[in-house]
């Protein structure tokens, strides 16, 4: 759904920027154009920015009583915790090239694909009070999905 678009673009902020945040020396020779890197943007406003794009996130998937689905809040939780421990320390999974590239294919391959299935089946098929709780279309939460539709295990 068009709603669940403004939670996860504002997670990918977070995620993103919080890679920036902790590769400010690196992004400098590497990627020398990115806005911290390039002086365009400071530490304490990127921290800003970034803090509040990961509350905002998880609030809006929290807060709608129809839209917020289990689905969604999958995706946007396993999002920023799988991002979280990819960037910062003590965890800081990308000083691993192996573990990087099992966490990138983790969100961007599991958490994601199942949690907007699961998402997009429970709001196109939502009936009942205001949308919630009961289902025409079959499985609306992620392990139902994973568990019961070929096509969302599949795509994870």
Known sequence: TI????PSLL?????TGLN????????????????IAAGDLSLKN?????????????AMGACHPVLGTQGLNVALW??????????LPPIRLKRSPLLAAICIVA??????????FAHAKATAFAAGVGGVGVSV????TVMDCLMVNPRCLLSS
Request: without cysteine; hydrophobic residues 50%.
């Open 78 to 87: 396993g999002s920023a915790i799988l991002g979280t421990m990819y960037s």
């Open 137 to 140: 279309g079959g499985a609306t």
């Open 107 to 116: 969100v961007r391959g599991a958490v994601i694909n199942a949690g907007f």
């Open 11 to 15: 997670m990918n902020l977070y995620i």
């Open 20 to 35: 920036q945040i902790t590769d400010v020396e690196i992004d400098k020779i590497n990627k020398p154009n990115l806005p």
């Open 46 to 58: 990127a921290n800003l920015i970034v803090g509040l794009s990961l509350v905002l996130s998880l």
């Open 3 to 6: 709603y669940a678009m403004v």
